[in-house]
T-cell receptor, first 115, second 115 residues
Framework: GAVVSQHPSRVICKSGTSVKIECRSLDFQATTMFWYRQFPKQSLMLMATSNEGSKATYEQGVEKDKFLINHASLTLSTLTVTSAHPEDSSFYIC???????????FGPGTRLTVT | AQSVAQPEDQVNVAEGNPLTVKCTYSVSGNPYLFWYVQYPNRGLQFLLKYITGDNLVKGSYGFEAEFNKSQTSFHLKKPSALVSDSALYFCAVRDPPPGDYKLSFGAGTTVTVRA
């Protein structure tokens, strides 16, 4: 089956710094990628949807200047958390979708801890 | 808007007993329904989906789900639960094509299977 990877799997950073999380589709072209965050024992909250080569569409309440999303190629999307704060500590998960595909492939997630 | 509800935060069963995780949906039109499982600090793993066809859908790891249109339900079932089935389970719904690929998730149900 299709594989989606995320890097890093865990990251600890200091408050005020920026962190980049990569999401890669390894054996298919992901025309659309979705970014979610998940707090402990809670559901996934969609942050933004990105299509290759275009600007991401952010969900209401998500700061686009804080959570920078780039989808420069059909196999890579990045989420950069800028000027991170402890409240940004969360589990970030990407999901990739191929053109016209019904299948949805999730990455393994990235645990971000901001100290 | 499409939505799903998981009425139970937690389900506890003994190993070997039947397991049911409940999900109800609210959609306009025909629903595309999914079940995912999440183990601690991991991404979501696909279990099964209902698009059309037989109301009883069989999926991974011995799980199945029954689509019931009259009750707007899509309950996940396993005839004989294993301790290793202990995890967080999510029901999800998305628009059928050509709608967008956004998935809306339920709040999740924590399943604990005791030995």
């Amino acid at each position: 089956g299709a594989v989606v990877s995320q890097h890093p799997s865990r990251v600890i950073c200091k408050s005020g710094t920026s962190v980049k999380i990569e999401c890669r589709s390894l054996d298919f072209q992901a025309t659309t990628m979705f970014w979610y965050r998940q707090f402990p024992k809670q559901s996934l909250m969609l942050m933004a949807t990105s299509n290759e080569g275009s600007k991401a569409t952010y969900e209401q309440g998500v700061e686009k200047d804080k959570f920078l999303i780039n989808h420069a190629s059909l196999t890579l999307s990045t989420l950069t958390v800028t000027s991170a704060h402890p409240e940004d500590s969360s589990f970030y998960i990407c999901r990739a979708s191929a053109r016209g595909g019904l299948e949805q492939y999730f990455g393994p997630g990235t645990r971000l801890t901001v100290t | 808007a499409q939505s799903v509800a998981q009425p139970e935060d937690q389900v506890n069963v003994a190993e070997g007993n039947p397991l049911t995780v409940k999900c109800t949906y609210s959609v306009s039109g025909n629903p595309y329904l999914f079940w995912y499982v999440q183990y601690p600090n991991r991404g979501l793993q696909f279990l099964l989906k209902y698009i059309t066809g037989d109301n009883l859908v069989k999926g991974s790891y011995g799980f199945e789900a029954e689509f019931n249109k009259s009750q707007t339900s899509f309950h996940l079932k396993k005839p004989s639960a294993l301790v290793s089935d202990s995890a967080l389970y999510f029901c999800a719904v998305r628009d059928p094509p050509p709608g967008d690929y956004k998935l809306s998730f339920g709040a999740g149900t924590t399943v604990t299977v005791r030995a």
